[in-house]
């Protein structure tokens, strides 16, 4: 255990904020006991009080203490994919309070597998609340340098871990109404559940609240725009000065081009980074060649639609 985590798990139990990588994003992480640490917590995320956060814990059974009627499907997705970036919506037990769970009779709960998220979660001994280490709308960080620029000193420290593995935010499903729903795709898919579960349906319009729900989140600051690949000659022919993210080779018109995998992980890896990267040439817009239609991009064309939404 590094002095580093240990000082995070002793500012973590005084109150304070410590930022810390996981596999998926980095995470503003606070204790999910201590109603003051949460009201900072939300502060500082700048979230509406209603929205609940994801409850994070070394192991299994420590997570599941914090729900109640916990259903057998639940358990087999724990045994397979935990720790990893997975979380499970179920309902709430006697110490998931209503300023972790933004009132709902259900909580969110994720056992991560990055080694410094579960050193901290091991030595913290407790339940660590952690939303992405971003301003509440805006992108999530992928690396400490992400979290140290948009939080500055309103993090008490930030430990480093190197860049997040998966790039996006974990895969949400709902087990708090019976049948198992998915919430959030990431990268466990839909059909890697399945095999586990079998089926698992999509969310309806009036799922449970989530603010990876709402249209616009994950978003850079310059307009954003899809575009299928056919179309982004015409589009950079307007003239608008753009900056592209696209999979194919850059065009000599465009001062700012990102060239991106062809293979979703990877790209999924880049992604955030490269929002960031697109924002700040400061260009009149932002133009994203369109991912294909096929279920192993789910998770990006998610993140990609709501970076696109114009708020
Ligand atoms: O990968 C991740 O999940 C990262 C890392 C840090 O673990 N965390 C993350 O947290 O993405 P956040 O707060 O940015 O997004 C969590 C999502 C939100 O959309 C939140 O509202 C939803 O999970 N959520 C949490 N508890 C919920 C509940 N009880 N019911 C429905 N949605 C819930
Ligand atoms: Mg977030």
């Known amino acids: ?15 304070g904020l410590v930022a810390f990588p996981t596999e998926t994003v980095y995470g503003l992480g606070a204790d999910a006991a201590s109603a003051k640490a949460m009201a900072r917590l939300y502060e500082v995320k700048r979230r509406p009080a209603e929205h609940p956060v ?31 970036p997975l979380t499970l919506i179920l309902k709430r037990g006697v ?6 769970t933004g009132g709902q009779d259900s909580v969110g709960l994720r056992v991560p597998s990055h080694p410094v998220a579960h050193e901290l979660l091991k030595d ?40 997040s593995e998966v790039g996006i ?11 198992a729903v998915l919430l959030r795709p990431g990268h466990i898919s839909k059909q890697a559940l399945e095999v586990v579960i079998g089926s698992v349906g999509e969310k309806a319009a009036t799922s449970p609240r ?72 400061q260009c009149e817009q932002i133009l994203v060649e369109a991912p294909p239609q096929t279920a192993e991009w789910d998770a990006v064309r998610d993140r990609l639609k709501r970076a696109c939404e114009q708020g």
């Open 1 to 15: 255990m590094s002095a580093e985590v240990r000082r995070a798990a002793q500012i973590l139990r005084s109150g």
């Open 95 to 100: 110490f998931a309070k209503d300023f972790v």
């Open 169 to 179: 935010e974990s895969t949400i499903v709902d087990l708090s109404g019976g049948a």
């Open 210 to 281: 989530h603010s990876g729900g709402l249209e616009r989140h994950y978003a850079p600051l310059t307009p954003a725009r899809m575009v299928p690949a056919h179309a982004l000659d015409k589009e950079i022919s307007k003239g608008k000065t753009c900056a592209v993210l696209a999979f194919s080779r850059p065009d000599e018109r465009v001062d700012f081009w990102l060239r991106m995998p062809r293979e979703p992980q990877a790209y999924a890896q880049r992604l955030y980074a490269a929002l960031r990267e697109l924002d700040s040439a």
């Open 54 to 84: 994801i409850v994070h814990f070394a192991r299994a059974e420590g997570a599941f203490a914090w729900a109640r009627d916990v259903p057998e499907e639940a358990r087999k997705l724990a045994k397979h994919f935990w720790p990893g």
């Open 124 to 163: 913290f001994s407790g339940a660590i609340a952690a939303p992405s280490a971003n301003r509440f709308g805006k992108v999530s960080p992928t690396t400490a340098a992400h979290v140290r620029e948009d939080l500055g000193k309103d993090v008490d420290l930030v430990l480093e871990g190197g860049p």
